[in-house]
Every structure is written in C-alpha cells, then in structure tokens.
C-alpha cells in the first residue's frame, strides 16, 4: 500500500516534535498498516460523517470540542491519532481503556490540544488519505489521485468500531468537499467563520509561534503566487483565498449537508449551536444522544494574537485592496508586491 508521509517545516524549538518518538510512531504505524488495512469491511454509511471545515485560526479546534464534548459521537483524540495508519485499531484501543469520551477543558494552542481525550486534528491521516506530501493545495487533477473507496472504507469501519458517527477536523479536505460527498452521500459539514481581520492577525501569531517569524508561511497554503509579498498581504490573500474555496464548494453542497455557524455564535451560544448540529446529523439518517455534563454557556471569545499594533494598519490596508478584487488577484500578491512597500512594523 503506497504512503504518503507529510513533510512539515522546521517548527520553533518549542514546537518542534520529538524525533525520537516521531520514529517510533512511524515504526509502530509500519508494522500495523498492513494488517490493519486487511481488515477492513465493505460496509455502508450507517452512521452519517461530520466534518468540522473552516479557514485555519477561525475556531474549527474549539468548535470540535464542543461538538465532540456534548455529543454521543465518535471523534479521533490524540490516543488515536497516533495510529494514522491504522486508525480503526486506535478507536478500539481508545474504547478499550476508556478514553473515547471527552471532557474537554477547551483549551488548545494553535490547534494542538493536550490530553490523551482531546480532540485531534489527525493531519497525518488526512494527508496519507488525500495523497498530500505537504499543507500546500493541488490543482482540480489531483483529486483523481485518492483512492476515495478506501478513504470510504476506513472512515466507515471507524464509525462501526466507534458505534457512531465519527466527527473530524480535516484541513486539507477543504478543497475536495464535492468529491467527499461524491464518495459519502451522508457526509455532513458544520463550517465556522470568523472576521477575516481577525484570521489574519492570528495567522500571523501562528506563524511568530510556530516558525518562529511571521515571514514564514504556516498552516494551509492555496495555489498562487506570494514570494516577495509581505506577511499581512500573504496572510489576508491565504484567508481569503481558502474562504472562497469553501464558499464555492459549500453553497453547491446546499444547507441540507452544510450548517454555517460563526464564531460570535459559537462563543455565546455554544448549546444552541449542538442544538443545530444535532439537527442535521438526525436529517442525515442519526440523532445522536446529549452527553452528561455538557458545555459551558458561553465562552469568552478569543481575539487577539497581540498584534494589532504592529500589524493591524497593514492587515487593513490588505483587506480594503484585495477585497476590491478577486481570487485570480488574490493568488498573486507576490506579483502585486513590487508595487508596495514591503517592510513591515508598527503602523
């Protein structure tokens, strides 16, 4: 079976993974793929899949906490996403020892969470599933390249070994949303969006946190053309760009597989948004069950990276000049950048 193994960017010393350990997670996943893989069953979608999409820093991880935390559904925590290769053993093995329910303390840095229970965003599954080396978009063709049967075929032995709907938090998944539900009919998406200002000032503390300066690139990367531009405009051209893709691919889905919740709404009415996501599980054929103990009420709403002085005025300026124009625009901010200025520091 042909692997595809993500290759990250060097990360600062205080996120950087344990090499160590990184090898014998792939050693154990080695030996486990195969075996794993012949296990799995041609079964149909018994339960519908809930799919948690949104540009990255607008609120995906807490919304998957919630959901995860007040529904009787099955989610990957950071127990199973340790077996990206063989991710039915690890839903076994979470059910095993108990650990397949969450109690989540919805705290998370940059998506990661800490706590075997918690929520995982299972990257290296995603990009083995959809043949993605990297974070960085592919043209419409590659979609041709993903075995969509067995992404099928795995996901839907997830859910029978979970006895539930399983729930994911699949980044690069965002540009092949159509294909999904080609796939998986009862696929289901609850997408959350937040004020592009505001993505784009996280972006930014993303990338000071995790690459240790803003002039490197983190998270999701569109197509396009953005060397020589600078951060603000890459950051508001990323979160532009990967809101329009999901825009696109969401309003051919329609309502009735897609449930649009911001992130005003997530923090001050977390129930109502369960509520809703509820709902739209049950008209994909499962309502699942309320979990004891909940959620809080509200919670505060997150809002700064703590860089609104030094780069606020250069993310408006990006926002008024690219939002008068459109994604082919948009892809070649590097292009653009001649044009401008390219320093950056307190406006």
Not at 122 to 129: C, H, I, S, T, V
Not at 133 to 157: C, F, Q, S, Y
Request: charged letters at 25%.
């Amino acid at each position: 079976m042909t692997y595809t193994r993500r290759r990250d960017p060097e990360l600062a010393p205080k996120f950087a993974k344990d090499p160590v350990q990184e090898g014998f997670l792939e050693h154990l996943n080695a030996l486990l793929a195969d075996p794993a893989d012949g296990e799995l069953e041609e079964i149909g979608e018994t339960y519908p899949t809930l799919h948690v999409i949104g540009v990255p820093r607008s609120g995906t991880t807490l919304l998957y906490q919630v959901i995860a935390s007040a529904l009787d559904v099955g989610y990957v925590n950071n127990l199973i996403a340790a077996f990206w290769r063989a991710p039915v053993y690890g839903v076994r093995l979470a059910k095993a020892l108990g650990v397949d329910r969450l109690e989540s303390d919805f705290s998370s840095t940059f998506g990661r969470t800490a706590g075997v229970s918690e929520p995982h965003e299972f990257g290296y599954f995603w990009n083995d599933a959809l043949r993605y080396p990297d974070l960085a978009e592919r043209g419409a063709e590659h979609a041709d390249e993903i075995d969509w049967g067995r992404l099928r075929r795995v996901v839907t032995n997830m859910a029978a070994a979970a006895g539930a709907p399983m729930v994911f938090k699949p980044m690069i998944l965002v540009w092949h949303l159509g294909h999904l539900v080609e796939a998986m009919p009862s696929s289901r998406f609850v997408r959350i969006s937040r004020p592009p200002r505001e993505t784009a000032l996280s972006l930014l503390g993303m990338r000071r946190s995790l690459r240790g300066s803003v002039d490197q690139w983190a998270s999701l990367r569109p197509r396009g053309d953005f060397e020589g531009a600078a951060p603000s405009w890459q950051v508001v051209a990323q979160a532009l760009l990967i809101e329009h893709a999901i825009s696109q691919a969401t309003s051919r889905l329609g309502p009735e597989r897609v449930l649009e919740v911001s992130y005003d709404r997530l923090c001050r009415e977390p129930r109502a948004v369960v509520a809703d996501t509820r709902e739209l599980l049950a008209h994909a054929g499962f309502e699942p069950a309320l979990r004891a103990g909940g959620i809080p009420e509200t919670f505060p709403r997150g809002g700064g990276s703590g860089l609104e002085e030094e780069f606020g005025a250069h993310v408006d300026r990006a926002l008024a000049e690219l939002g008068e124009l459109g994604p082919d625009e948009w892809r070649h901010v590097g292009s653009r950048a001649a044009a401008r200025p390219r320093a950056e520091g307190p406006a």
